[in-house]
T-cell receptor, first 114, second 115 residues
Framework: DSGVTQTPKHLITATGQRVTLRCSPR?????VYWYQQSLDQGLQFLIQ???????AKGNILERFSAQQFPDLHSELNLSSLELGDSALYFC?????????????FGAGTRLSVL | LAKTTQPISMDSYEGQEVNITCSHN???????ITWYQQFPSQGPRFIIQ???TKVTNEVASLFIPADRKSSTLSLPRVSLSDTAVYYC????????????????FGTGTRLTIIP
């Protein structure tokens, strides 16, 4: 158990809909990262938050947004969903930000867009 | 950009030592090298991290030459349970509000252990 909690584990929805994925980081970790992993693909970095502020942005679509709340949990919002958004979405957390910080991953949310 | 390059896949027999090499020619001075293991439908799991020379823990060793442009993950005496995808991450270079770099895990190396 990494200590990172993601909910829900599975999500099935239709095209055009909007969903929210939630992540609770390990106790004490200030950084939260979001990744997308499509079938048999590598991990695509979406966005990072550090202590409530956006720290880094990767390949995140404009239809997607995220935020980190004062209690440090984070939510990833996906809107106007398309079939191609079906993927595993992982959240990771680390104590701080910077090169030496190891990321601890949650079990992921499997999103299926039908 | 601190881009990493790894072999797409590798096969090995049980009991053998497996070495997976990652190339990171543009590694920055303050970058650490971190390896993760991922089983299907699970989140990646930290294996080992290093900055230079050699690091060893209970599951693996990491060899980093002096120029730090590559690194080799060594798994001793692998078993079937080591079948997974292994990612090398030169962490953390990222597109940020402060810089111009990109965080990426790359495609990873799919390791298959044969009985």
């Amino acid at each position: 158990d990494s200590g990172v909690t993601q909910t829900p584990k599975h999500l099935i929805t239709a095209t055009g809909q909007r969903v929210t994925l939630r992540c609770s980081p390990r106790s004490g970790d200030l950084s939260v990262y979001w990744y997308q992993q499509s079938l048999d693909q590598g991990l695509q970095f979406l966005i990072q938050y550090y202590n409530g502020e956006e720290r880094a942005k990767g390949n995140i679509l404009e239809r997607f947004s995220a935020q980190q709340f004062p209690d440090l949990h984070s939510e990833l919002n996906l809107s106007s969903l398309e079939l191609g958004d079906s993927a595993l979405y992982f959240c990771a957390s680390s104590p701080r930000t910077g090169s030496k910080n190891i990321q601890y991953f949650g079990a992921g949310t499997r999103l299926s867009v039908l | 950009l601190a881009k990493t390059t790894q072999p797409i896949s590798m096969d090995s027999y049980e009991g053998q030592e497996v070495n997976i090499t990652c190339s990171h020619n543009n590694i920055a001075t303050n970058d650490y090298i971190t390896w993760y293991q991922q089983f299907p439908s699970q989140g990646p799991r930290f294996i080992i991290q290093g900055y230079k020379t050699k690091v060893t823990n209970e599951v693996a060793s990491l060899f980093i030459p002096a120029d730090r442009k590559s690194s080799t993950l060594s798994l001793p005496r692998v078993s079937l349970s080591d079948t997974a995808v292994y990612y090398c991450l030169v962490s953390l270079s990222f597109i940020s509000n402060f810089g111009n770099e990109k965080l990426t895990f790359g495609t990873g190396t799919r390791l298959t252990i044969i009985p």
